[in-house]
T-cell receptor, first 112, second 111 residues
Framework: DQQVKQNSPSLSVQEGRISILNCDYT??????FLWYKKYPAEGPTFLIS?????DKNEDGRFTVFLNKSAKHLSLHIVPSQPGDSAVYFCAARIQGAQKLVFGQGTRLTINP | EPEVTQTPSHQVTQMGQEVILRCVPISNHLYFYWYRQILGQKVEFLVS????????KSEIFDDQFSVERPDGSNFTLKIRSTKLEDSAMYFCASSVKTHEDFGPGTRLLVL
């Protein structure tokens, strides 16, 4: 199932700089997108979401951008903090459906 | 802040045995889910539950799986006859509308 893809398995960013995590999808029926963060031995924690009627949503240090024509979304974290080091999952949902389809995850490491 | 809880945190079982994974969703949530993540693979949807019945299930959720909400607080996943390939991290989740809140997971190891 390759409907949601995160092509970068890992990303390393210096503390204070911007982290940009990318996600691509193939199913044009997806209309709601979410980002989750996951620490080891914990469940995924919801970060931010965006509906397909928007192209940007912001919450504090986190901003999600959606480019529907490119079927691409990104998560920007600025400024990056050491506590942001985790695995980040992109997920998507088809309108009217309940299941989330997840990407493979990107491991973000914030270096001091 | 309310959270989803899961028990046990770890379970080891023999192939062919039945296991029950337990979850307590967030109290005012209406939708309940089970997901799993096999080591090195994506988090994948198993089943969703709403209004005391299954509302959606994946191809993985075959006859050996069942879910139940036996009382007003618990939500369980039963695997009737475990297989080696059922070894995974199982996450329970619940939601009101916009996003799922996940529990910490139960690591199931089938030997």
């Amino acid at each position: 199932d390759q409907q949601v893809k995160q092509n970068s398995p890992s990303l390393s960013v210096q503390e204070g700089r911007i982290s940009i995590l990318n996600c691509d999808y193939t199913n044009s029926m997806f209309d709601y997108f979410l980002w989750y963060k996951k620490y080891p031995a914990e469940g995924p924690t919801f970060l931010i979401s965006i509906s397909s009627i928007k192209d940007k949503n912001e919450d504090g240090r986190f901003t999600v951008f959606l480019n529907k024509s490119a079927k691409h979304l990104s998560l920007h974290i600025v400024p990056s903090q050491p506590g942001d080091s985790a695995v980040y999952f992109c997920a998507a949902r088809i309108q009217g459906a309940q299941k989330l389809v997840f990407g493979q995850g990107t491991r973000l490491t914030i270096n001091p | 802040e309310p959270e989803v809880t899961q028990t046990p945190s770890h379970q080891v079982t023999q192939m062919g045995q039945e296991v029950i994974l337990r979850c307590v969703p967030i109290s005012n949530h209406l939708y309940f889910y089970w997901y799993r993540q096999i080591l090195g693979q994506k988090v994948e949807f198993l089943v969703s539950f709403y209004n005391n019945e299954i509302s959606e299930k994946s191809e993985i959720f075959d006859d050996q799986f069942s879910v139940e909400r036996p009382d007003g607080s618990n939500f369980t996943l039963k695997i009737r006859s475990t297989k080696l390939e059922d070894s995974a991290m199982y996450f329970c989740a619940s939601s009101v509308k916009t996003h799922e809140d996940f529990g910490p997971g139960t690591r199931l190891l089938v030997l």
